[in-house]
């Protein structure tokens, strides 16, 4: 018999969590002796730990959304086609929760209240997705729908990163060639200046003794370098680095405005694809909230409680400065021709170009700006090492 963990009210001590077997998710009500409407939550107790630890799973919803939504298009059973997607799945941990989605469905609980116990396999917008289609026949083209807006997400994503690979490896190189440059080159131009027996310029004094510092303590320097990469991962893995680092990104001059436009954009498709499905627009906006930067969850929740206290959402939108002009425009025609959720998609398919011309502001302006600093340093390194024998030169001649 199988095991459930249930979270019960419990009349003058409240709600808690207790451990039951029953045959199925309907008889632990009567297993633990209280009316139905007093258990508040269940989850199978195999899945329990799994959630209590709060670990993630790093499949791809995409190929998940992808995967069953061709497998129930064909025709296949729901049960058959998680089955099947288990015994593919390599990853012993996905492949255990959707056993356990599987076991969910099988004792009678819908596929959106099996999904949620798993969340840490399954996100609020796909539980929400398949909670609004699950009872209408149209699952298989929401999940279809789903797995097209990550699609779009993973691109967009894609486009950005490849836009940052040339500075990233710019950056590499030249800090290669400067290191180089610093601790194989230098001592030895430094033993032929000492040679010369002149007076160096401070300039090339000042290199020749950060050489020399470096070529003397071999083990300070690569225990620096270790420390300073520690402590660059260690601000990386920062969830209050990393959101200061947003933070002041969004910020940028020249940039700013187009991460801005971005971020709209992913709202708007996000809210689009809920408002289609059928999600009411207080819990589509309350769910998308998830899937904006940072700065913009506040504007999010404002917008919400607008449009939780009678307000339409272009109007909400509007005051929390979440709609551009083509959007807003596009949701007030929407609101009145009731095809809201295609106005929002067709606002995110207008600014999609603003990522072309991010990744191209990334390459016209950011790239040479780099290889200039890149430039200026070391030559100015190798200026220094040389204006001393240019020096000599002119003094013989």
Not at 98 to 113: H, N
Request: charge should be positive; glycine fraction near 8%; proline fraction near 5%.
């Amino acid at each position: 018999m199988p095991s459930f963990e249930a979270r019960v009210f419990v009349p003058g001590s409240g709600a808690q969590w207790r451990r039951v077997q029953a045959a199925d998710a309907l008889g632990v009500a009567a297993a633990l002796g209280v009316p139905p409407t007093h258990v508040l939550e269940l989850r199978s107790a195999a899945q329990a730990a799994p959630q209590r630890v709060g670990r993630k799973l790093h499949r791809p919803m995409q190929l998940f959304s992808q995967e069953l939504a061709v497998l129930l298009n064909a025709g296949i059973s729901l049960l058959e086609a998680l089955g099947t997607l288990s015994e593919k799945e390599r990853h012993e941990g996905v492949r255990q929760a959707l056993l356990g989605v599987a076991d969910w469905v099988r004792q009678g609980q819908p596929l959106s209240a099996a999904l949620r116990a798993q969340p840490q396999a399954f996100d609020e917008l796909l539980c929400a997705l398949v909670a609004a289609n699950e009872r209408t026949g149209q699952l298989g083209h929401a999940l279809a729908q789903h797995a097209r807006y990550l699609a779009w997400v993973e691109q967009l994503r894609a486009r950005l990163l490849a836009a940052c690979v040339y500075p990233a490896l710019l950056l590499v190189a030249g800090s290669a060639v400067i290191v180089f440059l610093l601790w194989f080159v230098l001592p030895r131009f430094s033993g032929i200046l000492d040679g010369l027996g002149q007076e160096l310029p401070w300039g090339s004094r000042l290199l020749m003794g950060l050489s020399q510092a470096l070529q003397a303590h071999p083990w300070w320097s690569l225990s620096g370098a270790a420390l300073l990469l520690a402590l660059g991962v260690a601000a990386v893995g920062s969830q209050a680095l990393r959101a200061a680092l947003l933070a002041r990104l969004w910020t940028l001059p020249g940039l700013a405005p187009r991460l801005r436009v971005l971020a709209l954009a992913r709202l708007y498709r996000c809210l689009g694809l809920l408002l289609q499905s059928g999600v009411p627009a207080l819990a589509a906006l309350r769910i998308a909230r998830e899937v904006m930067a940072l700065p913009w969850r506040a504007a999010v929740d404002a917008a919400a409680l607008q449009v939780e206290q009678g307000g339409r959402l272009s109007e909400a939108l509007e005051a929390q400065g979440l709609a551009t002009p083509v959007a807003l425009r596009m949701a007030r025609v929407g609101e009145r021709s009731g095809e809201l959720a295609q106005m929002l998609e067709r606002a995110a398919a207008f600014h999609d170009e603003e990522a072309v011309r991010l990744t191209e502001l990334i390459t016209r302006a950011i790239n040479p700006a780099l290889m200039l600093l890149m430039g200026v340093v070391i030559g100015t390194i190798i200026v220094l090492m040389y204006l001393p024998i240019f020096q000599l030169v002119e003094q013989v001649q």
